[in-house]
């Protein structure tokens, strides 16, 4: 393998590296998001209930 | 049974990838003049692809919320909802543009970037929906999601002159590879590898736009419910 294709096959690995990095960081924030709705939307659940108890 | 579907779409979706990448480093062969820098296009030209059809379902999306949001609120959310998922997506796949594109560009011309027609448009186009995302991010009161949906429709103002600007325009950007002068076309084997990714790429893209989709759903809900409980408060 002589320099430039040494060089073209580091380039070409961080192109593919960045693509990946990027979209399973973005898959990886969508889940966290998801997993914090989740907790959120139980508590909303509980105040919602409880208002209603409160105000029937 | 959801669940199920979701379940064997991502497996589906993983499987293409893998297909793909073979395709892209094993399959393919080497380009005359570039060598092994050429295979950025197999992730470069799908991610291009997939990003324009995303900002077209964002534009569908904000139309969609302009015409409901007065008699049809359901619906006007539900486009809304599209609306803001296509326009993230869609941003995250232009990001792969721009960050693949300068990656290729410094080995095949020796230069990292330069204000051509075909990249300082793409680069407008990923500000214009950046900006959208700020927007939705950081404003506050009743009129946001209207103001975003006008940014929207403008943003995809963007796409088609994107798209077109290497045909009206001479750039250090190559010429269109398909649909391009007489001369233009690939070698049958790449082609073949191309599509592959590009069916790849566009069900990874569904899939995480679905996802988006629905964490935006639900994200509309518990503020409706947030709304509910602080009426039923105050009554």
Request: proline share 0%.
């Given at each position: 393998m002589d320099a430039r294709a040494v060089l073209d096959h580091q380039f070409l690995v961080a192109a593919y590296a960045l693509t990946w990095a990027i979209q399973l960081g973005y898959l990886a924030w969508l889940g966290l998001r998801w997993r914090a709705q989740k907790r959120e939307a139980a508590r909303s659940g509980r105040v919602l209930r409880n208002s209603t108890v409160a105000n029937p | 049974m959801k669940k199920l579907a979701f379940g064997l779409y991502a497996a589906l979706t993983v499987a293409l990838l893998a297909w793909g990448f073979y395709q892209a480093i094993y399959v393919a062969p080497l380009d005359a003049q570039q060598g092994e820098i050429f295979r950025i296009i197999f992730y470069h030209v799908p991610s291009a692809s997939v990003a324009f059809l995303f900002f077209a379902i964002s534009l569908a999306g904000s139309i969609g919320y302009l015409a409901f949001r007065r008699n049809r609120p359901e619906r006007a959310q539900i486009s809304d909802a599209w609306a803001l998922a296509g326009a993230e997506v869609g941003v995250v796949f232009c990001s792969v543009v721009l960050v693949t594109g300068p990656i290729w560009g410094r080995r095949a011309?020796?230069?990292?970037?330069?204000?051509?027609a075909r990249l300082t448009t793409t680069l407008v186009l990923w500000l214009i929906y950046v900006s959208y995302l700020l927007l939705r991010r950081f404003a506050a009161g009743p009129q946001v999601q209207t103001l975003a949906a006008v940014l929207g429709i403008f943003g995809a103002l963007d796409v088609p002159i994107v798209y077109m600007s290497n045909r009206w325009w001479r750039t250090q950007h190559p010429a269109p590879?398909?649909?391009?002068?007489?001369d233009s076309g690939m070698d049958p084997i790449m082609k073949h590898a191309l599509l592959w990714n590009m069916l790849a790429w566009l069900a990874w893209g569904v899939l995480i736009l679905a996802l988006r989709y629905r964490v935006e759903r639900q994200q509309q809900k518990i503020a409706a419910d947030e709304a509910q409980a602080a009426m039923d408060a105050i009554l």
């Open positions: - | 011309w020796g230069i990292w970037w330069t204000w051509d590879v398909f649909g391009g002068d007489a």
